[in-house]
């Protein structure tokens, strides 16, 4: 067995500084590849269509620092891959009129992969009654085709030579049952394949409009989220990982989607061997944002809220970002969390680089512009 001289540090120390050296670099431009980039999913890619979709109909509309109508103080992932790739920020696909040829974000701020039906049909009540699903935006996608080609074989190859990123999804859906008080495993032997079948099915109908390049998110360690902290805070130490500080039922939840995900992208990548389908890990980084934080510049921690309204995490539902009640830290990048459900820009543009570079994508985004692969 190789030993260690007192006081040498330890190969995943190694790797957590290397990783966190990693976070104070933008995603470098990569070789022009991708002509277009089309992004489904939820509040964790939206770029404005939640905002432009309910203009007028909501009170109390939070205001959203720029860029506009962002659940962040700064730049997504998607943006940080748009800019390493080459191509513009995505439009939302809600602003009509745009032109959409060089991609467009669906994603919509609350946005399940599961349709309204299921959770009526489950007496899940807690759910908006909005139109914003997965399949939804899959219908958004057919009519913005529409607009950007005008035959199956010019839409088959503008799509071969996009990239296209569907996800995060579940973590909504998994967020509402927590609310009609499912328990651990009825949401573990219910909803989670579920959601995996109707991202499956969703995947399976865009390689079919002739996509090669798929990059499928994960979902986030939920039980590390301030307003699950928050919301289901208890007094039983046991209920929570003594390492980061986070729910472990929450966290189990997000492992096993997880999990379960990737088996069924495996099988899905041996039926379509003519694309490549990408697993992206949002789990695992912020995992280590919340163990080592100090390791990658965070300061204030991992579970505490830059913008909220107070109590342990700073957040309260009282008064979330946007609302009266609710002030802004002066130092946003030594949070992990912004407004006690999303992330910093920060810690998204480190995620963007391990999806593009590795080690959080498989295989890393990067790997699939080598010249000499061939599909």
């Keep these: 067995m190789e030993r260690r001289t007192r006081g040498s540090p330890s190969w995943s120390v190694l790797l957590c500084l290397c990783l966190a050296a990693a976070a104070e670099t933008l995603a470098d431009p990569l070789p022009p590849y991708y002509n277009a980039i089309f992004s489904f999913g939820d509040s964790f890619s939206d770029t404005g269509n939640f905002v432009i979709i309910n203009s007028g109909k909501l009170p109390n509309m939070p205001k959203f620092p720029p860029p506009y109508a962002r659940c962040s103080n700064g730049r997504l992932v998607i943006d940080f891959l748009a800019e390493a790739l080459g191509v513009p920020l995505l439009p939302p696909s809600a602003n009509k009129g745009t032109n959409f040829t060089q991609g467009a974000n669906f994603a919509v701020m609350?946005?399940?992969?599961?349709?309204?039906?299921?959770f009526r049909d489950n007496n899940v009540w807690s759910i908006p009654p909005f139109n914003t699903s997965m399949n939804c935006q899959l219908e958004w996608f057919q009519e913005v085709k529409k607009t950007i080609c005008s035959s199956p074989q010019e839409c088959s190859s503008l799509f071969g030579k996009a990239l296209f990123v569907f996800g995060e999804f579940g973590g909504n859906d998994y967020s509402f049952a927590w609310k009609a008080e499912w328990t651990l495993e009825r949401v573990k032997t219910e909803m989670v394949p579920a959601v995996v079948a109707s991202m499956i099915g969703g995947i399976e109908a865009i390689l079919d409009e002739g996509a090669r390049h798929v990059v499928v998110p994960g979902n986030l360690p939920a039980g590390c989220i301030p307003i699950t902290l928050t919301m289901y805070a208890t007094d039983d130490r046991s209920d929570y990982d003594p390492r980061t500080g986070c729910l472990k039922k929450f966290n189990s939840v997000a492992l096993y989607h997880n999990a379960m995900l990737r088996i069924a992208l495996d099988q899905l990548q041996r039926r379509r061997p003519e694309a490549r389908i990408i697993y992206a890990d949002y789990y695992t980084p912020y995992i280590q944002f919340a163990?080592?934080?100090?390791?990658?510049?965070y300061r204030r921690g991992?579970?505490?809220?830059?913008?909220?309204?107070?109590?342990?995490?700073?957040y309260n539902m009282s008064a979330s970002c946007g609302l009266p009640g609710a002030t802004t830290c002066d130092d946003p990048d030594s949070h992990v969390s912004w407004d006690g459900i999303h992330l910093t820009e920060a810690p998204y543009r480190f995620i963007a680089n391990t999806w593009l570079k590795g080690p959080y994508a498989h295989p890393p985004i990067a790997s699939l512009l080598r010249d000499d692969m061939v599909y």
């Design 110 to 118: 609350g946005a399940t992969a599961l349709d309204l039906k299921y």
């Design 302 to 314: 991992a579970l505490r809220a830059c913008c909220g309204g107070g109590g342990p995490y700073n």
């Design 291 to 297: 163990r080592t934080p100090h390791l990658y510049g």
